[in-house]
């Protein structure tokens, strides 16, 4: 258990870290209006999303151990690695996807990396469910 | 759950995504290459459109094509309906707004009740604003419009080539002004609406003669170049298949992409409107619409009116629309210049080639890589720069090629392209546009039809050198012309003498006499107009409407109140003013013709 505790922290924290100097940048993008980010209202659009995304997403790893218990038996615990697992490769593909998305987008359409958003997106909602569950479920 | 049953879930999942993504692929390939017959599509309209090209909606949306046609609110209505006042041709008209905050006009006349007409739509938002009013199913152009440059109000009959002493015709209309005020009151059911929206249907039953008119879009929308889109917006609204178009480049079937058509193909969608046609049964066009859509063939339903197209067995009906080579003298013909061009027949040249629909300034719209420097005036656009022409005329875009070709200093404007290629000499929307059958100039056009300075074509040459040219035989040059030419010339003779350089001496004096014997002696309000812009040029350039010398001049007011102004002008200017022998003006305005033309409704 105290594996996955520390795989979420370092990910969590790294993650975080890299997203926040990621909006560091946007935000620099905005001071020094850089053409290239403010004149591509898509590009402007998921950049934005790619660092929302991504802080928060930070935020739900590092609140994640939160719900594991010291206790768990080794299926609970394995559960537990997996879930913990599919919310870090969420938290990882859409920002990603964001991101990776304004390299060459298309008119109202992001760049083809975009297409990591939705396989995160389900990734993150299979793990918020297994968590949910796992709340409701053990004490 | 063991190991074993996961990993057979997996493989299921797996297999079952890659059949779906194999399919897939399957029927988007069958549907990208599935032709579509796009006549009696259906219209999606530009905001369906914008949901995924919105910077193409932008830069439509910028575009005067935008409100060609659009309903009568506060964002669209240009004039002043503050309670203004127009008269002319002893009508007063009043235009302001009623109780409900809609926009009206008041016709008064003496002897007759005032008449009031509720404005519903407005034509056109650039050089000026025409109003429609409803009566039962139908809607007329009213007879006044807006000058959006000049700020003031201006009887239609003064926008087209008629001149004072012009009569009532048989048309039936409705009576606002009545009489000749009412000239120009035309009914847009089946006139406007072809060019100045998308998918013109007039609907005119023609048993009954009755209209239930319907467009897919007010103004000239994304649909009018790229066909109907209802389909498209459709089918592109799974992300798979945008993604697959995204992904490897191609044509999609459901739209029209202009820049894929070939050239001839890509000029009839602007021909449509920028080339007036004629068909030999109006019938189903006034029933049913126009057919044409994006990507036909223009003469599959029509064909471009030309000097010799009869009417009726009348051979001569549109001659006066041409110069007498043939060459377009009205704007709406732009699409017959480029057909007469060897850059076209030869070249591949098209609209698109110089014009961009969704870049460069809306004034022109003049494709961004070739705009030049800003003009004074709102209606002018940038100037065009030589790369135009040198994008396929390689070899004369070096200073050296330039001067060889042109005998001109290449720096001065004497060596553009334009100037010599593409003179202005084509009468439209109370200006004077450059000729878009591109072509090499003679010098000096000394046409046998011209012997007696009559409406001769004008050269290139002489439109800059406007006293004629130094050492050569006198032919027909602008300071002539101004008084001896048909209408249309005498439009043009006097837009070249406001813009041509001045050539020191006293020749920017006989000049000014022209001009001002223009706006006092002719007798057609448009060619008077032209005139006073070409003397605000010269002594007030770059000045704001309604204020410097000459601003209160009236092109369509009467002969006192022009006279008034004139003289004015004439006092203000003193010994800078060389006038017109009044004996000379005699004897060559009994060389001019008085004709009039009807432009195209």
Redesign the interface.
């Known amino acids: 258990m105290n594996d996955e505790i520390r795989r979420c922290r370092r990910f969590g924290w790294t993650s975080l870290a890299a997203w926040a100097l990621f909006g560091l940048a946007i935000e620099a993008a905005h001071g020094f209006k850089l053409a290239a980010y403010l004149d591509d ?2 590009r402007h659009t998921v950049l934005r999303l790619a660092h929302a995304h991504g802080v928060i997403l930070a935020l739900v790893v590092l609140a994640f151990p939160a719900t594991l218990a010291p206790d768990d038996d080794e299926r609970r615990a394995r559960a537990a690695r997996r879930t913990g697992l599919m919310l870090r490769a969420a938290a990882l593909l859409i920002p990603a996807g964001f991101a990776l998305g304004a390299i060459a987008p ?4 992001p760049g ?1 990396p975009v ?1 990591l958003v939705p396989i995160g997106g389900a990734l993150l909602v299979g793990g918020l469910i297994r968590t949910a569950w796992r709340a409701w479920r053990f004490r | 759950m063991s190991r074993g049953l996961v990993a057979l879930a997996l493989a299921i999942g797996v297999t079952a995504g890659a059949a779906g993504v194999w399919a897939k692929r399957r029927a988007l390939a069958a549907d990208l290459a599935t032709a579509r017959d796009l006549h009696g599509a259906g219209y999606a309209g530009s905001l369906a459109c914008r949901r995924c090209h919105p910077d193409h909606d932008a830069t439509w949306s910028r575009t005067f094509h935008r409100t060609m046609t659009t309903e009568a609110t506060p964002a669209n209505i240009r004039g002043d309906f503050s309670g203004a006042t127009l008269r002319h041709a002893g009508v007063e008209a009043r235009m302001d707004r009623d109780a409900d905050g809609g926009y009206r006009m008041t016709f008064a006349t003496p002897g007759a009740p005032p008449r009031t007409a509720k404005v519903v739509r407005a034509v056109g938002s650039r050089r000026y604003q025409q109003y429609l009013a409803a009566e039962g199913d139908t809607l007329w152009r009213l007879p006044v419009a807006y000058h959006i440059e000049e700020k003031r109000w201006f009887p239609m009959t003064g926008a087209f080539l008629f001149s004072d002493r012009a009569t009532i015709d048989d048309v039936a209309r409705p009576r606002y002004g009545g009489g000749v005020f009412d000239r120009h009151v035309t009914r847009w059911n089946d006139n406007c609406v072809f060019c100045h929206n998308v998918a013109p249907n007039p609907g005119r039953d023609p048993s009954t003669g009755a209209f239930q008119t319907t467009v897919a879009e007010l103004g000239i929308a994304c649909e009018a170049c790229h066909g109907p889109g209802a389909e498209h917006a459709r089918a592109n609204a799974d992300p798979s298949r945008r993604y697959a178009l995204h992904l490897a480049p191609r044509a999609d079937p459901t739209i029209v992409n202009p820049s894929r058509l070939p050239p001839a193909r890509a000029a009839d969608i602007c021909g449509r409107c920028h080339g007036q046609r004629i068909t030999a049964d109006v019938g189903p066009f006034l029933a049913h619409g126009d057919p044409f859509v994006a990507g036909d063939d223009l003469t599959r339903y029509s064909r471009p009116l030309g000097r010799d197209t009869p009417l009726r067995g009348d051979a001569t009906a549109f001659a006066a629309r041409f110069w007498e080579d043939g060459t377009p003298r009205l704007t709406a013909y732009e699409y017959q210049g480029l057909l007469q061009s060897a850059c076209a027949i030869k070249g591949g040249l098209t609209c698109t080639s110089c014009h961009g629909m969704h870049e460069g300034d809306p004034r022109g719209q003049i494709r961004a890589p070739f705009a030049g420097a800003n003009r004074a005036g709102a209606f002018e656009g940038p100037t065009v720069t030589d790369q135009m022409c040198t994008q396929c005329h390689v070899p004369l875009a070096a200073p050296a090629a330039v001067a060889a070709h042109t005998h001109h200093d290449p720096a001065g404007e004497g060596a553009r392209c334009v100037g010599c290629h593409m003179p202005r000499i084509v009468y439209g929307v109370l200006d004077v546009h450059r000729s878009h059958r591109i072509e090499i100039p003679t010098v000096p056009r000394n046409d046998p039809l011209d012997a007696g300075y009559g409406a001769g074509r004008p050269d290139a040459c002489t439109l800059c050198h406007v006293d004629g040219l130094a050492g050569r035989e006198k032919g027909p040059h602008p300071s002539l012309s101004l008084f001896t030419s048909d209408p249309v010339g005498r439009a043009v003779a006097a837009d070249a003498l406001g813009r041509a350089p001045s050539w020191g001496g006293d020749e920017r004096s006989r000049r000014l006499g022209a001009l001002l014997a223009s706006m006092t002696e002719d007798d057609f309000p448009a060619v008077r107009h032209i005139a006073w812009r070409s003397l605000r040029r010269l002594i007030a350039p770059g000045a704001p409407p309604g204020e410097g010398l000459g601003a209160d001049f009236d092109p369509s007011g009467d002969i006192p109140a022009r006279l008034a102004e004139v003289q004015r002008v004439r006092r203000a200017l003193g010994a800078a003013v060389h006038d017109v022998d009044v004996r000379t003006l005699f004897v060559l305005s009994a060389i001019a013709s008085h004709q009039q033309l009807e432009i195209g409704e």
Do not use: A
């Not at chain 1, 298309?106 to 359409?109: A, I, T, V, Y």
């Open positions: 209202s898509l298309h008119e109202g359409d083809w297409v």
